[in-house]
């Protein structure tokens, strides 16, 4: 079954520190991990894709096919990161663009 | 935001009633999605369309229909609501299913009372 698990509900850190919010997931095949944000009063956007290896807003996360991992990392929080955090991994196999989310993290960063 | 609408934003009814949710892109995306949002499930999928009159059932389908009769438009139908449907609403388009990078609306804030 194609799952995702975010194991953390909330997440709390000082600014500065670094964050790491997990997530493993089950699919079988090649899958395509995303992380999506929801900042305060704000729509669901894309943050990053696993494929694109790129960094956004200071935010990294690599695919790890061993461990079935694609946690989202930051060396150094900032307080605008505070955010709602889904991981998502494409579901369906991908046939119609469908998105299976986690549960959420909910980041805050305090000052 | 890709000109995702959603209307109401905000709708109090009775259990027993029906809704209706409309959600409205101007992107001419192919692809639409219905979600609920509730504490401790994160984003379920409702319904999808993948075109014009072509809609499929996501995993918390039950109580829930839809329609796409324009590219534009995406309804969500409660045809009786209850209780566990009180939620908060997405709907999200989709140019080109290879991206997979949805674009959200601002929600609908649904209580059933």
């Known amino acids: 079954a194609q799952r995702v698990t975010q194991p953390e509900k909330l997440l709390s850190v000082f600014k500065g520190a670094p964050v790491e919010l997990k997530c493993n997931y089950s699919?079988?095949?090649?899958?395509?991990l995303f992380w999506y944000v929801q900042y305060s009063r704000q729509r669901l956007q894309l943050l990053l894709r696993h494929i694109s290896r790129e960094s956004i807003k200071g935010f990294t996360a690599d695919l790890n096919k061993g461990e079935t991992s694609f946690h989202l990392k930051k060396p150094f929080a900032q307080e605008e990161d505070s955010a709602m955090y889904y991981c998502?991994?494409?579901?369906?196999?991908?046939?119609?663009?469908?998105?299976?989310f986690g549960k959420g993290t909910k980041l805050s960063v305090k000052p | 935001d890709a000109g995702i609408t959603q209307s109401p934003r905000h709708k109090v009814t009775e259990t027993g009633t029906p809704v209706t949710l409309r959600c409205h892109q101007t992107?001419?995306?192919?692809?639409m999605y219905w979600y609920r949002q509730d504490p401790g499930h994160g984003l379920r999928l409702i319904h999808y369309s993948y075109g014009v009159k072509d809609t499929d059932k996501g995993e918390v389908s039950d109580g829930y229909s839809v329609s796409r009769s324009k590219t534009e438009d995406f309804l969500l139908t409660l045809e009786s609501a209850t209780s566990s449907q009180t939620s908060v609403y997405f709907c999200?388009?989709?140019?080109?299913?290879?991206?997979?990078?949805?674009?959200f609306g601002p929600g609908t804030r649904l209580t059933v009372t």
């Open positions: 992107e001419n995306h192919r692809y």
């Open positions: 699919y079988s095949g090649s899958p395509e």
């Open positions: 998502a991994l494409s579901g369906n196999g991908g046939s119609q663009g469908n998105l299976i």
């Open positions: 999200a388009s989709l140019p080109d299913r290879d991206t997979y990078e949805q674009y």
